[in-house]
Structures are given as structure tokens and as C-alpha cells.
């Protein structure tokens, strides 16, 4: 790492008191300044987090969502003139020794994400397939339409250049945040770049919430997400295709 940059490590949380302490210790060996956003935890989460030292915690009142926690860390590291801030979950399911991976390949781009699907590890788990289809088909689109060439569209797992956070506009406060993100990126035209991580699942179990726990529903409220994304940057110095005329052009080839 530049040793004159200032980098800031960022967990949203929500009820992980079983995964957090051990998490964060293993972070601490990696990173010097870290932030977990608690997102309204209600498990004893909050209790743990009061013991952990030479950890900042910014704790939102009730839960708001995964995209609203990620939202808070963003504009404390801007806030607090970071260089720039890596992002992992506190459930396990991201390495702490691969930030330094993350920051390395953050010299040479303005946002690194992490690909569960870029390199196999021997190691990997066997992905749900509800999620792994949804996964694939909403990478394909996005691809398709912003003239990406990613992987894997919604790994947590991710280095942002301070800079990059700036010119994006981010407020979908859930689990669709991602898709948003994209179209912020491509419209702000960030340099971006996949490295690998392995492909862990811990929580097969874990819910989206309501209604969005069923694949269909799920599915198509991400494509209404992109597709409102991408509206609010047209005209913006931002052109991408509709997904009809996506759908024309594969038909016609």
C-alpha cells in the first residue's frame, strides 16, 4: 500500500453477533482504521461491538438496509478525507487478508470489485442456484447495456477510490444498491477491474426480505432498480440501452 494514502475498512452489520468480533480481530491485522456501520442489530450485536477497541461504529437507530449502511460508510470515509474505503461483510463470508489485494489493485483503477466466478478456489462452496441464476442474468444485462465486461455483479467485497464515491450519486438502500452502482459508475465512466475471491456461503438461509425472498419477485424488482437507474442518468452525458432494444439487437443477430 502508497504508505502516504489513508485507507479506511468498512463492514455493514446486522445482527452478526456470532461473526463479528472474530471478523474484526482478523481485519485489525490487515488495515488500521475500520468502521462498522450497525444497521439497527437487535441480537446483542451492538453490545459486542462496544467492547471491540480500535474500532468506530456508526449505529443507525432501526434497520434501513444493506445499500442504506454501505451509503453511511461512504460519506463518513468522504467525510473524514480517505483516500479510499474497502467494503466486506462481517459474516465470514469475505477474507480480511485479501484487503491488501484490494488496495494494491486500487492504484491502477477507481473501483475494485471482487468475482466469486473470475478464478476457482479449491475451497469454494457449491452456490445456491436460485442465487447464482439471478446472479448471472442481472451481470448479463448489465454487461449488455453499460458495456461492462464483469463477472459477478454483486459481491460485496469491494475497493472504491474516494474520487470515484464523489462523482456517484448512491441512495437505494437495500440489497438492489449494486445495480445502482453500476450505472453510476459507467455513467461517471470509472475505471473499474475484477479481482478474484472465493466463493463462500455461509448463511444458504439468508433473507432478502419479504416478498423479495421469492427468485421471480426478486428478479424482476433488480430489473426495475436498473432499469430506474439508468433513467435517472440519461441525458446526463449518459446513453445505454433500453433492455427491449437489447433483447432486439440479440434477435436480430
Known sequence: MNQSEKWLAALPVYNEVDSVAQVLNEVKHYIDDILVVDD?????????????????????????????????????????????IVTLDCD?????????????????ADLVSGSRYLH???????PPQERYAINRQ????????????????????????TQALIQMRITDPGYAMPLQLWVEAAAAKLQITEIPVPLIYLDLSRSFGGVLDQA????????????????SVQGKGANFPTREEILANATQD
Open 40 to 84: 439497527g442489530s437487535t441480537d446483542g450485536t451492538a453490545d459486542v461491538l462496544a467492547s471491540c477497541e480500535g474500532v468506530q461504529v456508526l449505529t443507525h437507530s432501526q434497520n434501513r438496509g444493506y445499500g442504506a449502511a454501505l451509503i453511511s460508510a461512504f460519506e463518513f470515509a468522504i467525510e473524514n478525507q480517505f483516500d479510499g
Open 92 to 108: 465470514g463470508q469475505h477474507q480480511p487478508k485479501r484487503i491488501p489485494e484490494f488496495i494494491e489493485a486500487a492504484k491502477n
Open 120 to 126: 476457482y478456489f479449491e475451497d469454494d462452496s457449491e
Open 138 to 161: 442481472i451481470t448479463e444485462e448489465i454487461n449488455a447495456r453499460l458495456g461492462f465486461d464483469l463477472t459477478d455483479a454483486f459481491c460485496g467485497f469491494k475497493a472504491y477510490r
Open 216 to 231: 421471480e419477485t426478486r428478479l424482476n424488482y433488480y430489473r426495475e432498480v436498473l432499469d430506474s437507474a439508468i433513467e
